[in-house]
């Protein structure tokens, strides 16, 4: 089993040191101890619960095994908790980092798995999906933070360290799901050891494109929610007009503004990516 590695954040922040980019660059992963503090996650966790149009909006998938995934998905970062962590140069700008230049945010996702219903996530890249969508290089990346402890006996994060660099991985379906082949996941599981990623509240999953990951049921009694934000290369806006967001220059915002973000809550457009992704694909069909 391997050991994982796990760099922690200070009041100030995060650091990308050379240690940390070298870390990330070989394991296509990084994890973030503390990078919100206690009374960060709170409100993130109260402003989660209490937003009745964030939960109402969730669209749900069946994982093929008698469960469903629950996500609530929204592109546009606002001025409440969720807006200003996404814009904030602990998040985003630890991406421009290890990205190797300017990102911008491409959206924001509420991955709720309840207790002894959630369902589990098929063994996937991010990119496997992107690529589909016009995006051109896998220069993307994706930040789960725990808003729940995150642990195997509720279904945490499963990454495959160093996958990222096998490529992207055809994707086929898999239930209601897409998931990496799951011929070639066979040889790579052997390959590759699989790295369960328990988290605290608060503590981050900072991960590549390419690299690739699931997570199993919740069965447990314990709740297991988590914010993902995830982030493009400026220069790598989608060539495809879908719901994906092009290009669009991040309003940064100071860590230490976080706590100050001037919205509890706010209006967003919810998106369905199942049903979006099948108006996508009429539109493509009635095109030919
Ligand atoms: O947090 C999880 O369980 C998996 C989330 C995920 O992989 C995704 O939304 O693409």
Redesign the pocket.
């Known amino acids: 089993m391997t050991n994982i590695k796990k760099f922690s954040a200070n009041e100030d922040g995060f650091k990308v040191t050379r240690e940390v980019q070298e870390y990330f660059d070989e394991n296509g992963y990084i994890v973030v101890k503390g990078l919100l503090d206690s009374e960060e996650v709170t409100m993130l966790k109260e402003a989660m619960e209490q937003d009745r149009d964030v939960l109402s909006n969730c669209f749900e998938r069946d994982d093929g095994d008698g469960q469903k995934v629950k ?1 609530s998905l929204w592109n546009e970062p606002g001025d409440d908790i969720t807006g200003y962590l996404a814009r904030s140069d602990k998040v985003a700008g630890t991406f421009d980092e290890l990205l190797g230049g300017e990102v911008y945010h491409f959206h924001t ?1 509420l ?1 709720q ?1 309840e207790a002894f219903t959630g369902g589990s ?1 098929v063994w ?1 890249q ?1 990119y496997g999906y992107w690529y589909d969508n016009g995006v051109l290089v896998p220069d993307l990346g994706t930040v ?1 933070i725990a808003i729940d402890r995150a642990d195997t006996s509720n ?1 945490c ?1 499963k990454v495959l360290p160093r996958s990222h660099k096998a490529g992207r991985i055809h994707h086929v379906v898999v239930a209601e799901q897409v998931g990496a082949d799951p011929d070639r996941m066979k040889y790579l599981t052997e390959r590759f050891d699989v790295v369960d990623v328990e988290l605290d509240p608060g503590d981050a999953l900072f991960f590549h494109c390419n690299l690739l ?1 699931k ?1 199993d049921q919740n069965n447990s009694p314990n709740r297991r929610w ?1 914010m ?1 934000f995830a982030y493009n290369r400026a220069n790598n806006s989608p060539v495809i007009v879908d719901y994906h967001q092009p290009y669009k220059p991040l309003k940064r915002v100071r860590n230490s503004e976080v706590k100050n973000c001037s919205k509890s809550t706010q209006k967003r457009n919810y998106l369905d990516a199942i049903n979006d992704d099948q108006a996508y694909q009429k539109q493509l069909q009635e095109q030919k």
């Open positions: 996500l996702k991955v798995k996530f996937h991010d789960s279904g994060l990951h997570s988590a993902l």
